[in-house]
């Protein structure tokens, strides 16, 4: 079946480091890829998508390019802030497997000033 | 404009009680899905609703869960005789159309379910 993994945190970083949070997935089909972002307090947005293979999702500053040939969607961003600490969640949907989200564990995010 | 709200916010109840949980999801879009989150689980699907079609009830843990749309828009959960296990934050999800897996799917606050 489906599945999506992603690195286990907290992962604490100072303030302006280099975050990459990987995300590694199992599909039966062609897979859309999310990462949603959760943030003290609030509920789940969605932070950036890519919906085919050697597609780049980019926003706030983040990025993550889809590799169908490692089945991988890691997050990167380079320089990240205080504002930033949150809890990322990796996700795809299939429409093989019908249209809802799998999602993986959540990396707790914490960045220090 | 509005986003999706669900309610309550919190609920406390006790072990054995019946639960209900509302979900109004952005006016205009047709798909609807409920989610659970928890710490042992993580993020689970549990049910999703499109249009008029049957809904897709694959993710329900029991058949003490149970949900239903009405005219297409408001959606209630619920649980029958609530067990502690049932703890947890209980999360509604709309998407404008549905049946694709491009779309967005837009999250509500949450209902924070504890069970004594």
């Known amino acids: 079946g489906n599945s999506v993994t992603q690195m286990e945190g907290p992962v604490t970083l100072s303030e302006e480091a280099f975050l990459t949070i990987n995300c590694t997935y199992t599909?039966?089909?062609?897979?859309?890829l999310f990462w949603y972002v959760q943030y003290p307090g609030e509920g789940l947005q969605l932070l950036l998508k890519?919906?085919?293979?050697?597609d780049k999702g980019s926003n706030k500053g983040f990025e993550a390019t889809y590799r169908k040939e490692t089945t991988s969607f890691h997050l990167e961003k380079g320089s990240v802030q205080v504002s930033d600490s949150a809890v990322y969640f990796c996700?795809?949907?299939?429409?093989?497997?019908?249209?809802?989200?799998?999602f993986g564990k959540g990396t707790t995010l914490s960045v220090s000033s | 404009g509005a986003g999706v709200s669900q309610s309550p916010s919190n609920k406390v109840t006790e072990k054995g009680k019946d639960v209900e949980l509302r979900c109004d999801p952005i006016?205009?879009?047709?798909?609807l899905y409920w989610y659970r989150q928890s710490l042992g689980q993580g993020l689970e699907f549990l049910i999703y609703?499109?249009?008029?079609?049957?809904?897709?009830k694959s993710g329900l843990p029991s058949d003490r869960f149970s949900a239903e749309r009405t005219g297409g828009s408001v959606s209630t959960l619920t649980i029958q005789r609530t067990q502690q296990e049932d703890s947890a934050v209980y999360l509604c999800?709309?998407?404008?159309?549905?049946?694709?897996?491009?779309?967005?799917?837009?999250f509500g606050p949450g209902t924070r379910l504890l069970v004594l």
């Open positions: 999800a709309s998407s404008l159309a549905g049946g694709t897996s491009v779309e967005t799917q837009y």
């Open positions: 599909a039966t089909g062609y897979p859309s």
């Open positions: 890519a919906t085919k293979a050697d």
């Open positions: 996700a795809l949907s299939d429409r093989q497997a019908g249209t809802a989200l799998i």
């Open positions: 006016s205009g879009h047709t798909a």
């Open positions: 609703f499109q249009g008029n079609s049957a809904p897709d």
